[in-house]
């Protein structure tokens, strides 16, 4: 299979090496300081006690590549932008475009929900041409359940869980669904297929919606979060705010906020994607991971004062730091 993986950072990394050492025609695409180790040594993977390096072809130039089998998109929602103004090199006829972002992709309400309210996810494709790149029938979803990271350029260390839960973003199963939830067999990523994925994509944001935004604003880790009453109090009342909207479009939240607070909770020292991204002066995916929630209130008429309130202060620092 020709796979090309458009930002092969930490779960792109792993994702490209993996299906590397499988034998398949894998293209890696990124930038600077880590695209030029790639280039110059390869793609090093660290997991468990395992470590093994491959050498794709690597490049910033999708058109470097031609068409492919399969796309795997795994850069953050902010960049999604570039992605739609690179990606048309890599798509032929028949080329599907596999998600693995975290938050509400741009996708996820065409044609959702059957019944209930109109909804626009404006903020997270503003112009549409993201949906005009890549049409929602060339999509198979993903949720990465995985903590990975860049250790240094070219090296990628999986830290934490494996797996990978694939669906059509249409609903329902296909054969390239199958075909390519298969490449994954017999190796470390664990990777299973969900015939309604929004309902996957659903669970894992109600984790990230207030975490992200809580620990961003206050620097607290996940295991802080949990153990300060005050921090604990705003998570659990952004989830239940969400809930009620889930609830409205046919979205179950899973478990209770408390249940979801201590699970998130008992990742203990870890510092979310978020706050890393201000840590590292990057741009954040305030609007897919807390802005869209907020908006499907709106639509559903759902009072969110909390939440409203804490994406109010999270885009305001973000602002104050040149990130939104």
Not at 48 to 55: K, M, S, T
Not at 115 to 130: C, I, Q, R, Y
Not at 167 to 191: C, I, K, N, P
Not at 214 to 222: E, K
């Amino acid at each position: 299979m020709k796979i090309s993986i458009y930002g092969a950072g930490a779960v792109g990394g792993v994702l490209g090496a993996v299906l590397a050492k499988q034998g398949h025609e894998v293209g890696l695409i990124a930038r600077g300081n880590h695209l030029a180790t790639l280039k110059a040594n390869g793609c090093t993977l660290e997991s468990d006690d395992d470590r093994f390096a491959v050498h794709p072809a690597c490049s910033d130039n999708p058109a470097d590549f031609g068409p492919q089998d399969f796309v795997i998109v795994t850069v953050k929602a902010p960049a999604m932008p570039s992605v739609a103004d690179g990606i048309a090199p890599l798509l032929g006829p028949t080329t599907a475009v596999v998600t693995a972002m975290n938050g509400v992709p741009w996708w996820f309400f065409d044609g959702f929900p059957e019944k209930g309210p109109e909804v626009t996810m404006s903020a997270l494709d503003p112009d549409g041409a993201v949906a005009d790149a890549i049409s929602t029938d060339r999509v198979i979803g993903g949720v990465v359940h995985m903590g990975a990271t860049v250790t240094e350029p070219g090296v990628i260390r999986r830290v934490a869980d494996n797996r990978l839960i694939l669906g059509e973003a249409s609903g329902g199963m296909s054969d390239r669904l199958r075909d390519f939830a298969a490449l994954f067999d017999d190796t470390l990523m664990d990777v299973s297929i969900a015939e309604n994925l929004r309902q996957e994509i659903w669970l894992k944001l109600l984790g990230n919606f207030n975490f992200a935004p809580v620990s961003s604003l206050t620097g607290a880790t996940n295991g802080e979060i949990g153990a300060d009453p005050g921090l604990r109090k705003i998570s659990a009342d952004m989830f239940e705010e969400a809930a009620v909207v889930g609830r409205k479009i046919g979205l179950d939240p899973g478990m209770t906020a408390e249940e979801r607070i201590d699970l998130g909770a008992s990742m203990g020292s870890f510092r979310t994607s978020m706050l890393q991204d201000f840590d590292r002066g990057r741009p954040a995916e305030i609007d897919a991971i807390v802005g869209a929630v907020v908006e499907l209130g709106r639509a559903t008429g759902t009072p969110m004062p909390v939440s409203e309130g804490v994406l109010a202060l999270l885009k305001q620092m973000a602002r104050g730091r040149g990130l939104y």
